[in-house]
């Protein structure tokens, strides 16, 4: 009988059976890694998430005694040029009359620890319902507190945004902000 000559697959010898699995295999994982991709990659923030994640805000344009509203990821930012009666004001308020107490210069400070008692900058929704106060436009009613004022559930902020009376539980939020200049503040 005439020996064979297909291969047997032994050692060292690849077959046409071996190349199949290690192609299917291969193949597979390709296909694999195709499908979680969409999944994976539905997991990174959206670009206008990313493109909002951070402002600057020149604030040179704002007098003293002057305010502004800004929107940064959604949400409205008020920022403050404080009068030297406004911090006086603030500063004088004994903790003890604070329902969630905070100094003025906590408030005040930005990311490099750097104290700027003049600009107030903070998350414009009250910290009871998510509403938006009132005073940071001329004309509109600052409260009691010469501050802000919730008139819908009567919520009442002094000049350092804390809480002083009403439903509130906690003084409006202070984000993360970064004078990046004497003019130039980038939120976020």
């Known amino acids: 009988m005439a020996a064979s000559t297909v291969p047997t697959g032994g050692h060292g010898d690849p077959t046409r059976r071996d190349f199949l699995m290690v192609a299917t295999g291969a193949l597979g994982a390709v296909g694999l890694a195709a499908v979680a ?39 409205p930012v008020f920022i403050r040029h404080r009068t030297p009666e406004d911090i006086k004001a603030a500063e004088a308020v004994p903790m003890s009359e604070l329902p969630d107490p905070a100094t003025d210069n906590s ?61 509130a539980p906690r003084n409006l939020v202070i984000p993360d902000y970064l004078f990046t200049s004497d003019t130039l503040v980038r939120i976020g």
Request: aromatic share 8%.
């Open 107 to 167: 408030r005040v400070t930005d990311t490099a620890k750097k104290v700027r008692p003049e600009w107030l900058i903070m998350i414009g929704i009250c910290t009871h319902l998510g509403c938006v106060p009132l005073g940071n436009k001329p004309g509109q009613d600052k409260g009691p507190y010469d501050g802000w004022y919730c008139p819908c559930h009567g919520s009442a902020y002094d000049t350092a945004g804390r809480i002083r009376k009403g439903p």
């Open 37 to 75: 991709w969409p999944f994976i990659n539905n997991l990174n923030p959206a670009a206008d998430t990313l493109a909002l994640s951070s402002i600057d805000v020149n604030v040179q344009p704002i007098q003293v005694g002057q305010a502004i509203t800004v929107k940064w990821r959604g949400k």
